[in-house]
């Protein structure tokens, strides 16, 4: 009898794997980072090949840790980051070059190019993706691999080239290469998937003159892909459910119903609004994204993206050494009583949702003589909040509906301080899970369903707890003044790196 999902989340900055019981506890976890490559400014790459290693080395350490087989493990789901863009030799299952991360912003000029020689791709795009047609998406990362290898065109075109996110990469070396899949989660972050028909869009390929060729099955969520090879495990094991990071994180809060919310806090902060089986178009600047596929049915997403989140508080830790662990943030920033009119904007790598400049750069913003370095620290937590605050407005009203109470998980989910500003600056009740690994956690659920481990979504709601609640404190005056100093800082960050 098996006691155990496995669930893979291949995150930005680390592999890790996590072994979940039936009751949804987490009963073993290993994790190893690996390396960041910045060739140029606002340019990230990842080694394809150091993370399926590091990832498969994880999985057998979380299963030696408490001593289980693949016997004891019903299924594996794989949740990863988005919209990384990995180019790989069919035969070989070699990496053709490193992997374009989705933070990267080198097609930044490529995609307003685009935009001027053909004006109607940006309705196209939106209306058939719904997304934005910018960098953020692996289209334009595809695009520029193939015009910067040599031979990979060519290649490509004769179907010796595959294209994977990184879970179709994983899928695709768990098996051997036996196969090439990926699921309508993933798929629907490409710009080449047109999430009304759910199929890849021979118009969108065109348009960025991409090989088909190279696209992998698209599957939905739930659903048995293939197998591991015995060699891994000591025996093949179904991999059975897949979902990039955010649509998982809102199916492991449990965000069944159409209106409800939840917001990770990763590198970057990820807000998404299930929207039921209607995929709502944005016209305040949020993405419309397939959330899952499951039981012959689509959820259909809002999502704001925010680039920097965790990344700003490894900012302050790495760079400027203001802290030494993401955890003292919170001790510092509790030292004050405020930021002493101090702004952060962390738009290291541009801004995403609502205002989707590739060109703005970061800023300290409200500098006095008087602001020290836990003004600093407090003001980029405070910007997390910010941020989750403009996403949650731009929901509202392409939605019409007032949203009072916000599902929370992740790393940063876990300060307090950062939690509580954040039902003040919403004015709305924030939820921590009791297990706030929701995104591997929602993998597993995905998974674990395909194989029934668990019946139904109706068995998961029976075992998603609530560990802590945040109420709104700050007054009317207060929240106001902090949002109207924090719309200033951002309107200063536009356009710097023009």
């Known amino acids: 009898m098996s006691r155990f999902v496995m669930s893979i989340d291949a995150g930005t900055t680390s592999s890790r794997s996590i072994l979940f019981d039936k009751s949804g506890n987490v009963c073993s976890v290993a994790q190893k980072e690996f390396t960041q490559f910045f060739p140029e400014p606002g340019w990230v790459e990842h080694d394809a090949s150091e993370i399926w290693q590091t990832q498969l080395s994880v999985c057998r350490e979380a299963m030696e840790k408490i001593g289980a087989s693949a016997d004891d493990i019903a299924a594996i789901g794989i949740t990863n980051q988005r919209e990384t863009t990995i180019l790989w030799d069919r035969e070989t299952g070699q990496p053709v070059s490193h992997a374009i991360v989705w933070q990267c912003r080198r097609t930044a000029d490529f995609t307003e190019r685009l935009k001027k020689e053909n004006p109607r791709a940006v309705d196209i795009f939106k209306e058939k993706t719904g997304l934005i047609l910018d960098p953020y998406f692996s289209g334009t990362k595809i695009r520029w691999l193939l015009d910067h290898i040599p031979g990979i065109?060519?290649?490509?075109?004769?179907?010796?080239?595959?294209?994977?996110?990184?879970?179709s990469w994983l899928i695709y070396k768990l098996t051997?290469?036996?196969?090439?899949?990926?699921?309508?989660?993933?798929?629907?972050?490409?710009?080449?998937?047109?999430i009304h028909t759910l199929k890849w869009d021979e118009e969108l390929a065109e348009i960025l003159d991409i090989p088909m060729e190279i696209l992998p099955e698209v599957k939905p969520s739930s659903s048995i892909y293939g197998y591991s090879d015995p060699e891994f495990f000591g025996k093949e094991i179904a991999i059975a459910g897949a979902a990039g990071d955010q649509q998982a994180?809102?199916?492991?809060?449990?965000?069944?119903?159409?209106g409800d919310c939840k917001n990770t806090y990763g590198t970057g902060c990820f807000l998404l609004?299930?929207?039921?089986?209607?995929?709502?178009?944005?016209?305040?600047?949020?993405?419309?994204?397939?959330?899952?596929?499951?039981?012959?049915?689509?959820?259909y997403a809002l999502e704001g993206s925010v680039y920097v989140a965790g990344a700003a508080i490894q900012w302050l830790r790495d760079e400027m050494r203001l802290i030494d662990s993401a955890a003292d943030s919170e001790y510092f920033a509790t030292r004050v009583k405020d930021t002493n009119g101090c702004y952060v904007v962390p738009a290291f790598t541009g801004l995403g949702a609502p205002y989707w400049d590739p060109y703005a750069r970061g800023m300290i913003t409200g500098l006095?003589?008087?602001?020290?370095?836990?003004?600093?620290?407090?003001?980029?937590?405070?910007?997390?909040?910010?941020?989750?605050?403009?996403?949650?407005?731009?929901?509202?009203?392409?939605?019409?509906?007032?949203?009072?109470?916000l599902k929370v998980d992740g790393g940063a989910s876990k300060n307090n301080f950062l939690m509580q500003f954040q039902a003040d600056i919403l004015n709305a009740t924030v939820y921590r899970p009791k297990c706030v690994e929701t995104t591997a956690l929602g993998a597993g659920f995905l998974a674990g369903l395909a194989v029934s481990f668990w019946r139904d979504k109706e068995e998961i709601k029976d075992i998603f707890e609530i560990e802590k609640k945040f109420s709104p404190e700050m007054s009317y005056n207060k929240r106001e003044s902090e949002l109207n100093g924090w719309k200033q800082a951002v309107k200063s960050s536009f356009n710097w790196a023009r």
Not at 176 to 194: E, I, M, P, Q
Request: charge should be neutral.
């Open 153 to 167: 065109r060519e290649r490509a075109e004769k179907g010796e080239i595959c294209f994977g996110t990184v879970d």
């Open 368 to 405: 006095t003589r008087g602001v020290n370095k836990y003004h600093v620290i407090r003001a980029t937590l405070e910007s997390l909040a910010f941020q989750t605050y403009d996403v949650l407005k731009a929901m509202e009203a392409d939605t019409g509906n007032t949203i009072l109470a």
């Open 273 to 299: 609004m299930n929207t039921g089986e209607e995929a709502v178009s944005s016209k305040n600047g949020l993405l419309t994204t397939v959330a899952w596929g499951l039981d012959n049915k689509v959820n």
């Open 249 to 258: 994180a809102l199916f492991g809060q449990a965000c069944f119903e159409a």
């Open 176 to 194: 051997k290469g036996k196969v090439h899949v990926t699921d309508y989660s993933n798929a629907s972050r490409t710009l080449l998937f047109n």
